[in-house]
């Protein structure tokens, strides 16, 4: 039945019953990602696309075996290409790289953007800080506001570059944060926002994130800033990425800087008080995700420490 707003949960439950009596089963606490009762095997299930770890050919035969029983399927043994990523595995530099070639501008063409006069080389506009400055003020947007062709034009900007930018270019999230934050009542100053986001990716058009080998321990960087945004509102980012073990304490702990698996940069719902306030909060909310990916890590096999965050407010 077309248009069925069941249909994807009717289809994973199907696939649940027919995998079931071959060992294959939905990891309890984290959505997507299965495992085998007895074998090693993981993949992570995103729609109809199956990213599979296996530690022998053997693990590999019974799980395709398994689904050809039931569905037609496609098999990409290079795993080069996965979610609309293209993935490029060098295992003797011990990396690979992840990136979207060609996204961007089909992005830009169906927004009818065209390329800018000149490189932009930031994905927002910069206001000067006012150094010494006793009060920090919250900024105020009087532009008028956009016709709703207008509105569904930043709409569409937004929804278009957030996979992209949470996938491979999480430089762009801070822009996409604050426009969204925006789309409900957008303005010509929210449109200028867009136009100057939309001119950084063409600027810089094939983002590429890199990933090393490390001991895959979770680690998290913490920041926020204070009544940047609209109506009073503060900001907070994470960077989640995967390092070494730690060192045991009172050591503090340290690791190479790696791609983010995740990167956070979120709008604190309530008003905060303080700058310390806000840094607390921004501490929480991390420590919040980084519980979910911690789980994740434990299902595929990988033990962790407690998870290390780092901040730079003492309070």
Known sequence: MYGLKQASLLAFQHLVRQLAPHGYQPCPYTTGLWEHDMRPTKFCLCVDDFGIKYFCKDDLIHLLDTLRKYYKISID???????????????????????????????????????????????????????????????????????????????????????????????????????????????????????????????????????????MVLHVDSDAAYLVLPNARSRYAGHFYLGDTPPPAPAKPSSKPNGAILTNCKTIRGGVASAAETETGGVFGNAQDAIVVHIALLALGRKQPATPIKTDNST
């Not at 501008?105 to 927004?111: F, I, P, Q, V």
């Not at 062709?149 to 278009?160: F, H, I, R, T």
């Not at 430089?171 to 009542?185: D, F």
């Open 77 to 215: 043994m290079d795993g080069k290409n996965y979610c609309g990523l293209s993935i490029y595995w060098n295992y003797p530099k011990r990396f690979v790289d992840i990136s979207m070639p060609g996204f961007t501008g089909k992005t830009r063409e169906r927004l009818q953007h065209k390329n800018p006069s000149k490189p932009q080389h930031a994905p927002y506009k910069w206001n000067k800080p006012a150094y010494g400055q006793k009060t920090q003020l919250a900024p105020i947007d009087t532009s008028p506001l956009l016709s709703k062709e207008e509105m569904k034009y930043v709409q569409k900007c937004v929804g278009a570059l957030l996979y992209y930018a949470r996938a491979v270019n999480p430089c762009i999230l801070p822009a996409i944060n604050e426009i969204s934050g925006q789309q409900a009542k957008p303005t010509e100053q929210t449109m200028d926002a867009c136009t100057i986001l939309l001119d950084y990716v063409a600027t810089y058009p094939d983002a590429i994130i890199r990933y090393h080998a490390s001991d």
